[in-house]
């Protein structure tokens, strides 16, 4: 018997809630308008030219609202001329960097591949989310039993990117995509989570220099929590971020004042990479993903996973005191990521400025989002959230099932993502080894 299921009813979406705020905002402009027309026509000899002036500066309103009713107007696949030749990118390379959100995008795109069987690579079963957080070879016989001569779909998973291993498995039609966020907070995050959760000599060290405030210890004296010697690869508080994108690892403190190797390593990264997102603009880095993979919104909602809690010594979680020194040092000893960041970080917002109605999109998915988390933190909701039409998506539901695998951490999401693809290839009798 089948048990019934209660459709829940979502109230008028935030969306429309938006357009219909908006609409109201400019019957009142336009009724202001009128009101200080009729009251300085009174007046009109002595105030004329203010009239003008004030009238002048009206029209935004009324221009805005022209624009958003346009859209309302537009049909879905219009607004995606090239996605209409297209369809969705199905082959992604992920390059996951630590302390940038990229747990998150790593549930999206596992998600997006167990609904679509798409093939991991991850990898051995029961072998962990991680393929490697010291190297880039990715080691045949430690993946994944997968069929001989097929390329995967996906990669997600922390290993050094290095782009020929990568073309191993991958296609070059495979889109590459990293992620990165903010060199500073980047760093501390990492910091934060390593000190409290797996703390090293290096960041015991530290702390016993710095016992009150190791944060900003840290930032004045990196050299304090990280012993010269060490390989910069076992180290996240080290210009991780291009660590995990492939830099080379010697002489590593010397590259750091070495403006021609970061400025090629940068070069490279925009030749090999096809997008680089930014996680301090997660949602907008999220729409760009969308509209250069051709996916829908279906594809991107989220909940944030990995997302520091905060335990251990809470002098871990001061918040930073800057001054132009401390600003300094810290940028010489993260000269590297500095570099990268810098770099990355006004493409991409230039890249959203040129995308059209890119903001009415991004405000489009955060109401939707909004939704999502209400519905997936209500406990006592038993139902299917439908998420509206707006310009940019049709109609979709939302199950509980749903909530669940966005909650899901990293290793449990991913061990359900092996056991699928398993039973597939043994299901397609090609199982192989593991040469490819
Ligand atoms: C929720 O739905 C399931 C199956 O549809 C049913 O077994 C369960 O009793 C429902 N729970 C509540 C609290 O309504
Ligand atoms: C994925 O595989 C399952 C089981 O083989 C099948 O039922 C389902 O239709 C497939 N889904 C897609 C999108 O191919
Ligand atoms: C860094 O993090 C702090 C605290 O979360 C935030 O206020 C700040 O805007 C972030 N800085 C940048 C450049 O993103
Ligand atoms: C900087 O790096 C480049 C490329 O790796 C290298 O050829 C050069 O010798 C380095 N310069 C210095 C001063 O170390
Ligand atoms: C910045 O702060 C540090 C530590 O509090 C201090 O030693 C340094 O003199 C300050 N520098 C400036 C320019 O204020
Ligand atoms: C949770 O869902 C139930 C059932 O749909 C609804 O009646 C209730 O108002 C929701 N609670 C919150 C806090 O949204
Ligand atoms: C593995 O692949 C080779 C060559 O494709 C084939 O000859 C062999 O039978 C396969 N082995 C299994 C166990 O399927």
Known sequence: MLLPV???????????GMLLQRTWMVFFAAGSIILLCGLLYLDIGKIGFHTTLKLASVPTSNYLSARLSKIENWELPYFY??????PEAQQIVFAKIHKAASSTVQNILLRFALARNLSVLLPALSKGPILSQTESKIQPEKIIEHPVDKSFDILCSHVLYDTNEVRKYFTNEAVRVAIIREPMNQTLSALRYYATSFPSDGTKAGLKKHPNNPINGFLSHPDHFYSSDKDPRVSFINNRMSIDLGFDSHDFEASKRNKTKIQSFVEKIEKEFDIILISDYFDESMI??????????????YIKVNVLKKEGDPVWYRKPILNSTIIQTFRQWNAIDYGVYDHFLPLFLKRIREEPFFKEEVNA????????HSFCFNTTANCTLRVAKTPWNNEFAVLQSNCKLMLAPETELSELAKIAQLKRFKHASQLNNTNL
């Open 365 to 372: 998915f955060k109401a939707i989002q909004k939704q999502i």
């Open 81 to 86: 001329q090239n996605c209409r030749k297209q």
């Open 288 to 301: 760009l993903l969308k509209r250069h993979l051709c996916w829908s919104f279906q594809d991107i909602i």
């Open 6 to 16: 209660r459709t829940c009813r979502v109230k008028t979406s935030e969306y429309h």
